[in-house]
DNA sequence: TCAAATTTTGAACAGTGTTCAATATCTTTG
DNA sequence: CAAAGATATTGAACACTGTTCAAAATTTGA
């Protein structure tokens, strides 16, 4: 019967995981520190030690939830469009604009070093899987519509996956281009030179 | 004769950028600290503050330097390729393989927030021209050779930029992929994707 | 109830960045 | 040349980081 020990442990890691989310989302990356997230959480900032390495083990079991809550966000909103080239634009803008919504989760998924090599594997895979899992259906019925090969179809989904990498890197880190309407025809232009493009 | 006066204060604002340029190519951003590029410069790390407003704006000052000598190490590098495709691939590899070699400046280009947006726009653009830089007369080799139009020519050059930084930011903050082999195929693939497609 | 186990906590230390008044050094002038 | 003034340099001090650890508070079990 060491559940009720294990009941009430996970319960306390869930009240300081709920509070570095809410930090991540509304002060982003920079504001997470030990003394926050304690605040937050209703305890003094030495407990934090008591049930997490530190703040960075705290923030990374975040990614886990956030990558889920994309998902669920990208698929409400390409819903409506017929599988195929179409919803996969709209997926992947979909994509692209839940990053925009939070910024602090951008840095978290692509900018922020990973010290821990043991969770380094764990966190990076699902960074990189993220668009592969919301749009493989989309590139499959590509490739049967179009007769597409395996490894070209492989060669595009790579390139939209570093082309969106990349615009979120310069538009979130750079403000490049200057304005959102500039970024989405960036992006719109991207995305369909990539699904278009005939070899 | 305020120029003597002038001439003094130069030096040692070069001897702090000095230190901060050693300091970021050795040990990379991270280790940037006032009291460390002081130590490095010779002064106290109250001097700093003398000469600047903060440590961050003395890092940006590195910028230029730094892109100068990524063009220098990319030209250099590509000397030899035939004007065009070619040498456009080769300008482009050299140009990841010098981030790749310097991290910590990658960091600094594509990574840092900007607080201060005086200086944001001017770096930005530093940033971004870069590669546009790099590349500009083999676009142009290959526009005349192909026949494209400059609509078209912008979009192929646009999606090298956003790729280029894809491949970047998440081989470097997220190790993906795992070796260097790997991501050298990969943006192998990538550049002659993007440079050869037939619309 | 009371002793033992466990959780919670704040003090303390070593790092950050930043400000500011005191100190040291040059420069000018009488 | 020496005193006075201007300028450059500096370390103390403060507020913030992360982290550890022994003491205090609490819960548990007999």
Known sequence: MTSKKEIQEQRVRGY????????????????VS?????????YSFASLYNYFKDAKELVFLCVKDFREECIA???????????????LKAVTLAYLEYFIQYPGIHDLFFNEKLSDIGHTGDTTSLVVSLLETLSESDWQHIAKH??????EVGHRQSALLLGTTGILSLY??????ATYEAFLKQAGN??????????
């Open 190 to 199: 991207f995305i369909d030179q990539q699904i278009n493009q005939a070899k």
């Open 34 to 42: 030990v003394r926050n997230i304690a605040d937050r959480a209703g």
């Open 172 to 177: 979130l880190n750079r403000r490049y281009p």
């Open 16 to 31: 300081f995981i709920a509070a570095t989310k809410e930090i991540l989302k509304s002060e982003g990356l920079k504001s």
């Open 146 to 151: 179009e007769k597409l090969s395996g490894k």
């Open 73 to 87: 966000y990208a698929q409400e909103k390409a819903a409506s469009k017929p599988a195929g080239a179409k919803h």
